[in-house]
């Protein structure tokens, strides 16, 4: 029987990683959900058989009056979320998965009968036990906060105060140290205010780690609190002896961490400076530069915006998050398609962090049937501005933004951006002058090769849908 347990886990950890591999692309991302899905169910289902022998009528209820109540939550809130609240949502389910981690923790340590053989708790497991802990509750804080970011319940400025990081170093020795000193008698119930001092710590470092972030950063941030869910997971798959956590926990740790890795590479960031918090964001400067004068503004209006792209040979749409605020990707689709009817070579530019998470744009544009062929990352397209006749913005900013490459005391500063400002015109579909998420202006508004397209994403783009229609 043990045998069969042991193949069953095999194959969940098999489908998670066709899951990831799925996941990878906007083509078999669906497949890899479905893998995934297929997964967990053999994964708990597993566990239930495995560990169900000694559970009594009443446990199996309260299981499944669980399972229901989180099923239909989840549900509900899949089919009601907006694609704009997408990224606070990501925020809470790892603040779920992270508290989770911590009440796991909990209840093994008062209750250690429940989870260990003979109910003793070895050197070893309370090592596990305490990173699982410690991991979850950082993730739960961390992702608290960045969901109020993202929410706009807390300004998106970096929150800075003198020694920061010295602070933080303090209390990360601090929560190392007390595991350390509650390992070596994980059974001395003197120590317990030990374990209780690891999760407030805990809790308070999560704070401290994001609060410093800036809102431009937030995509970095979501990804990295996915690697800590995946840890935090692992380690409490060790306290289980559960090995489909284990594996799945490790598989989310570290895809996470690569793919955090790899935004910082995309944003010129130090993965470092994800971990100890305070870059990015507005500045005293930015703000200022943002009501500040800069120079005359161009406008012009949707049969503007027609004509020109009408008589254009190519046209490379960015997207950002005002697309997504006022979910303006079937117009843009459409607008597209009438440009290739009239001959117009189309392409898609999507930014490593344009939006709120990885990814945002790309479920944007596939939820709008657009073809995955026309869809380009920063690195594979941003040499071809320079032979585009049209750029066409809706709603991006800091993305686009040339001070990103021309001001040292941007915080935007060393990241790169989309090279629109190489293309004969472009035409920026945006709500108002203000600034964008990282709280700078962005000079490309001013320039003599712009024209602003000011006012609701959609209802511009299906303005210039009807006009291209007339023409």
């Known amino acids: 029987m043990d045998t069969i347990f042991g193949f069953a886990y095999l194959l969940s950890a098999v489908l998670f990683i066709l899951a990831l591999k799925g996941l990878s692309s906007p083509v078999s991302a669906r497949q890899g959900n479905i893998f995934g899905m297929i997964g967990m169910a053999i994964a708990v289902v597993t566990t239930l058989l495995l560990h169900g022998s000694g559970l009594e009528l009443g446990n199996y209820t309260n299981i499944i009056i669980a399972v229901i109540i ?18 606070q949502l990501v925020a809470a389910f790892h603040s779920l998965v992270g508290l989770a981690a911590v009440f796991v923790a909990i209840g093994a340590y008062k209750n250690p009968s429940a989870f260990f053989d003979g109910g003793i708790i070895t050197t070893g497991s309370m090592i596990e036990m305490s990173l699982g802990l410690a991991i979850g509750a950082i993730t739960f804080s961390g992702s608290v906060i960045a969901f109020a970011k993202l929410q706009g319940l807390v300004s998106g400025n970096p929150l800075v105060f003198k020694g920061q990081h010295l602070i933080n170093l303090i209390i990360f020795l601090a929560i190392l140290t007390l595991i350390y000193m509650i390992s070596v008698d994980p059974m001395n119930l003197s120590k317990e205010q030990y374990f209780w001092t690891i999760v407030g ?7 401290l780690i994001v609060l410093p972030i800036g809102g431009a950063d937030m995509p970095v941030v979501v990804s990295m609190l996915n690697s800590y869910s995946g840890w935090a997971a692992c380690g409490i798959g060790f306290t289980l002896q559960n090995t489909a956590l284990i594996i799945t926990g490790a598989l989310v740790g570290s895809s996470g961490a690569i793919l955090s890795y790899i935004m910082c590479k995309g944003m010129n960031r130090s993965i470092v400076s994800v971990l100890l918090g305070g870059f990015g964001g507005d500045s005293d400067e930015a703000a200022a530069a943002a009501v500040s004068p800069k120079g005359n503004v161009k406008r012009g209006s949707a049969d503007d ?14 997207p950002g998050y005002g697309m997504a605020v006022s979910q303006a990707q079937h117009a843009l689709r459409e607008m ?16 490593p962090v344009a939006g709120r998470m990885p990814g945002h744009m790309n479920v944007l544009l596939a939820e709008a049937n657009v073809p995955y062929d026309e869809v380009f990352e920063l690195e594979e397209i941003n040499h071809e501005f320079s032979t585009a006749d049209v750029a066409f913005v809706i709603g991006a900013n800091d993305v686009t933004n040339p001070l990103a490459k021309t001001d040292p005391q941007s915080p935007i500063y060393g990241m790169p951006i989309l090279d629109v400002e190489k293309a004969a015109t472009t035409l920026f579909l945006k709500r108002s002058m203000a600034s964008g998420y990282a709280g700078v202006d962005n000079d490309l508004f001013f320039r003599d090769k712009t024209m602003m397209l000011l006012g609701d994403a959609k209802q511009t783009t299906e303005e210039i849908v009807q006009a291209l229609n007339l023409s």
């Open 70 to 87: 989180g099923g239909v939550f989840g549900a509900i809130l899949a089919l009601k979320i907006s694609m704009t609240a997408l990224p």
């Open 305 to 318: 915006a027609s004509f020109i792209m009408g008589n254009a040979q190519k046209v490379i749409i960015v």
């Open 336 to 351: 597209c398609d009438l440009l290739k009817e009239k001959g117009v070579e189309v392409k898609y530019a999507i930014h």
């Open 201 to 207: 710590l805990s809790f308070l470092i999560g704070f």
